[in-house]
């Protein structure tokens, strides 16, 4: 089943695909790699690498998810060869290990597939977050036109406060959105030099969402297209010195808005974990914008090498 498919390597800055933090420049002592399965120069399937100094490579770091992407259907036997090919060359550079974070689900329709293949291989299961999604652009639309007009109803109440969605102009949202989060007690570590970058590389993919009071921002999300035809709930954060309120329905009704307008496939809300405890009332409050839910896994394989 795998007669006339190759695999190609070379540097991921010379192909653009559509998930765009796989894209995003490499800085530093890691070479970032594409894994092409390609058949008479066609693209059938794909994964991004990167390798650091200490020959871990990961699909990928500091980002949601990397994973295998498949691009047409392929027999499992095709895609096993794609992944132990893959194997093969990484553990030829020398790499002491291989993490991957897969995409869940609605990236990747055979995510479970993919799962087993790497269990099959020799990867353990590190670790699992589960993501709440809204699938359905029909569904999107339909929930703007009978829900939307509510939360605009809410908002008119209280005269001085208003919704903006916009592009990305300046970055003093992310200062606001750290000292929102660390006046609310939690602990919030975010890196503002690579987001960034990210939004500097990719400004048509970031959108910001702002609730405002008397035109003060007193809510903010970060909402990010990391495919094309989706829309990712990033960041967010209310003021608690404000006075607004269901300020997080505010912030979610907003990014159903944009979503519609944008023509996207589905809402990925994130996952809802504190540490590696769950969050129970975040993802109750979620699930009244959720009609799906999957699971984003992170699997490890391990190599030791004969010291010569």
Request: net charge positive; proline share 3%.
């Amino acid at each position: 089943m795998s007669k006339g498919f190759e695999l190609i390597v070379q540097p991921s800055d010379r192909f653009i695909k559509d998930y765009l933090l796989s894209n995003i420049s490499v800085k530093g002592k890691v070479e970032a790699l594409d894994f092409f399965w390609e058949k008479k120069g066609k693209k059938k399937a794909w994964i991004t690498f990167s390798i650091d100094a200490n020959l871990v490579a990961s699909s990928l770091p500091l980002t949601p998810f990397g994973g295998i992407f498949i691009l047409e259907k392929l027999h499992s036997e095709s895609l096993l060869c794609f992944i132990q090919k893959v194997l093969d060359t990484l553990k030829n550079k020398g790499v002491t290990q291989i993490e991957i974070t897969g995409a869940p689900k609605p990236y990747e329709e055979n995510h479970d597939l993919i799962g087993y293949l790497l269990q099959k291989q020799g990867f353990e299961l590190k670790n699992m977050l589960s993501h709440q999604f809204f699938l359905g652009r029909k569904k999107i639309k339909k929930w703007v036109q009978q829900e939307y007009s509510r939360y605009q109803k809410k908002m008119n109440q209280h005269h001085a406060f208003s919704a903006s969605i916009n592009s990305i102009t300046n970055f003093n949202f992310l200062k606001e959105i750290r000292l929102w989060n660390v006046e609310r007690g939690y602990e919030f570590q975010l890196d503002d030099n690579r987001i960034i970058m990210q939004v500097s590389e990719y400004p048509e993919r970031y959108f910001l969402i702002s609730i405002l009071e008397s035109e003060t921002p007193v809510a903010h999300c970060l909402a990010v297209k990391l495919f094309s035809d989706s829309i990712y709930y990033f960041l967010s954060a209310i003021n608690p010195n404000s006075s607004l309120k269901n300020g997080g329905e505010l912030l979610l009704a907003n990014l159903f808005k944009l979503a519609n307008d944008e023509k996207v496939k589905f809402i990925d809300l994130g996952s809802s974990d504190l540490g590696d405890e769950i969050n129970h009332p975040l993802m109750f409050f979620k699930s009244k914008f959720a009609n799906d839910i999957s699971n984003k896994e992170t699997w490890v394989k391990s190599y030791k090498y004969e010291k010569r």
